[in-house]
């Protein structure tokens, strides 16, 4: 059996598992039998993924006869399929050990288990499909199994349109890519990847190709403007299934454009990465400045994976330009940039989505302004999330800092191009680029200090305590990850050097050559980074001051109340809250981009009734496109509700019609 093989038995094996779980739901123990057996096929897929990537072993293809009649169902692993599915089975390993705890700690927790294996399942065959049909059958499949996993809590406020809003998103989705792959395919119909790629479309049909691959692939990661499903969705879901839907299927979604645009598409032409770059930065800081405004912890997460997938577009539109202008190795850098934070995100993002889960599962509270104090009470969580936030910060030596580093490190390279329109568009969108990591910084202190720092405000967060060892172990796997991923750079880089090469045709300089674990993405002379000195410089400046501090000061242990400004016993309520952090920066940004009210209604002097402070924002995104275009799907269903009640020689005309305009279209296709 090849690897391709054990990939597809696995996934097997997972769709019968969900199976097994609709009748075993309700019975006890069934959430560790599921979990426990999804992590064991999930390290296993993990283990044949990253057999096939770090052997670098030769593409490997197989087709079943089910499918279409006449193409049947293929399917292909190949190095870039082999690195995101290492991706997809590591954050599917963690959600599954994290899961056989908190699964414990759900009211329904029957409703979650038949999907929870077939959304992995559904992922990976995605993944290795080799044929239009295979992979939107398995990209639906997907879908579906997390709208299913959306709808597990369907009695909450609000998680009902959530799901509603995710399903159009996601049928609008699938519907551009169909065409994309249409298009591809071209009017002889050949939709195996293989005969898209022996064909070479025309300039026209490749650009349209690529705009229905962004819409449908962005639609999946959040891209704006096609994001308002994920900051409803993501909080909606269980808190393991969060983790899976915004660290793993956003990067699927990834995987899907880089596969139309980088192997599918033909040869590339530079004019396509400008949209990709602007809409990449403008996502980047639309998401992190509504992760800011936001007060649901889980909601922060949300948009923050609206920010992180527009650095990730950021780096592939940077690929794609230099790719198109014949810069090569400028290209493998952004692409591996692109690829390394893929990495990244699922990481620290499952852990913080972990995190998030086990503070709501202590004290059954979201919202940041009920929380306060946590890190006595969950010294452990604490820890792990504050790793979490660190690297989400891109903070060194975590991975975090890493990947946007060599993201910087392309965008410096912008100069080489020949076209003065990438010339002036890459300093902008490297300017957008430093910006969101300040603010996204500034987003992670507030999410990291209100909730774990300060004083408890409330009775709930006074009594929390640390969940279940499985939990605990899920994140501390992770934290130890983004630890090693950040440590170890170059090791993470040279593995992927098949994608890259595979992707752009050239691959960064071998890493593993260079002394002391340091990197040098171009060359040592131009730039380089040691994530190994940076740590042992953090440790051992840490340790000297707290060796100085306990001999040179006190050597006895003090406990005493912090200076309370000569106002004791203040309530815990005068502490600085999630709205107070970050008003300074939506006074800012908060006319143009939240559309934010404040209005204040004060009494005056003598009297006993309390002020009023009431703060509205808005997205423009979804007054200024979504509501008139829902009015206007209205409007249009009611004028249209006409025809069913026409008679049958207007029913056979309206036929008729359909007919000869499909025809005059065949007609006229090139």
């Known amino acids: 059996m090849n690897l391709l093989q054990a990939l597809l038995a696995c996934d097997a094996v997972l769709l019968a598992l969900s199976v097994v779980a609709v009748s075993a739901a309700r019975r006890g123990g069934a959430g560790t039998f599921v979990y426990g057996v999804a992590l064991a096929l999930s390290v296993a897929q993990l283990a044949a993924a990253a057999a096939a990537l770090i052997g670098r072993a030769a593409p490997v293809g197989l087709t079943l006869p089910i499918g279409l009649p006449w193409v049947g169902a293929n399917f292909r692993l190949d190095a870039l399929a082999a690195f995101f599915a290492v991706v997809v089975n590591l954050g599917g390993a963690a959600a599954s050990l994290y899961g056989i705890g908190y699964g414990r700690h759900e009211r329904e927790p029957g409703r979650a288990l038949p999907f929870f294996p077939a959304f992995l399942a559904g992922m990976n065959l995605v993944l290795i499909a080799d044929d239009a049909y295979t992979f939107l059958v398995s990209w639906e499949f997907m879908s579906l199994a997390s709208w299913a996993l959306v709808m597990v809590h369907h009695r909450e406020a609000g998680n009902r349109r959530a799901g509603f809003i995710y399903i159009v998103m996601a049928s609008f989705g ?60 993501h909080p909606a879901a269980p808190s393991h299934v969060s983790a899976l839907m915004s660290g793993v299927m956003t990067k699927v979604a990834v995987y899907a454009f880089i596969r139309i645009v980088f192997d599918l598409d033909g040869p590339p032409d530079w004019r396509w990465s400008a949209p990709i770059l602007a809409l990449g930065a403008a996502t980047a800081l639309l998401g992190v400045l509504h992760a800011l405004m936001q007060t649901d912890i889980k909601r922060v997460l949300a948009y923050s994976t609206i920010e992180n997938i527009g650095l990730i577009f950021v780096a592939i539109g940077l690929a794609l330009a230099f790719k ?43 919202r940041m302004g009920r929380l306060g104090g946590l890190l006595n009470r969950m010294p452990a969580t604490g820890f792990f999330m504050l790793v979490g936030c660190a690297a989400i910060s891109a903070l060194p030596p975590l991975n975090g800092f890493v990947s946007e580093w060599l993201m910087l490190q ?205 703060l509205t924002l808005r997205d423009p995104v979804w007054d200024g496109l979504y509501t008139p275009l829902g009015e206007l799907v209205g409007t249009i269903a009611t004028r249209l509700n006409r025809l069913q009640f026409l008679t049958i020689r207007q029913y056979l005309s309206v036929v008729f019609a359909a007919l000869v305009a499909l025809l005059l279209v065949l007609a006229a296709w090139p």
């Open 174 to 233: 699938t519907l551009s890519l169909l065409l994309a792959f249409g298009l591809l395919a071209g009017p002889s119909g050949g939709y195996a990847f293989d005969a898209m790629r022996a064909a070479t479309p025309s300039a026209s049909v490749a650009g349209l190709a690529l705009a229905l691959a962004l819409a449908g692939a962005g639609s999946k990661a959040g891209l704006a403007p096609l994001h308002v499903w994920l900051p409803l969705a």
């Open 324 to 366: 198109a202008s014949g810069l090569a190795g400028a290209a493998a850098l952004a692409m591996t940039a692109a690829l390394f934070h893929s990495l990244n995100h699922a990481l620290f993002k499952s852990l913080l989505f972990f995190g998030a889960g086990a503070v709501q599962t202590a004290t059954g509270e979201r």
């Open 410 to 614: 392309a965008i410096l390279l912008g100069p080489q191009f020949p076209q003065w329109t990438l010339k002036l568009l890459t300093p902008a969108v490297g300017a957008a680029v430093a910006l969101t990591a300040a603010l996204a910084a500034a987003c992670f202190v507030r999410a990291f200090g209100i909730p774990f720092l300060g004083r408890p405000r409330s009775d709930e967060a006074a009594k929390a305590h640390d969940v279940d060892r499985f939990s605990l172990a899920a994140m501390a796997a992770l934290a130890l990850l983004c630890l090693a991923a950040g440590v170890f750079p170059g090791v993470v880089i040279d593995t992927l050097k098949p994608v890259a090469l595979a992707v752009t045709g050239a691959a960064m300089p071998l890493q593993a050559k260079i002394p002391w674990l340091s990197i040098a993405p171009i060359a040592e002379s131009r730039s380089s980074y040691n994530g190994l000195l940076v740590f042992l410089f953090i440790a051992a400046s840490g340790a000297m001051a707290a060796s100085a501090i306990h001999r040179f000061a006190s050597d006895a242990l003090r406990r005493a109340p912090a200076w309370d400004c000569g106002f004791p016993d203040s309530s815990p309520a005068t502490q600085y809250t999630a709205e107070s952090f970050s008003q300074p920066i939506r006074r800012v940004f908060g006319g143009f981009v939240f559309r934010g009210r404040e209005r204040l209604d004060m009494p005056a002097p003598g009297e006993t009734r309390p002020a009023v402070y009431d």
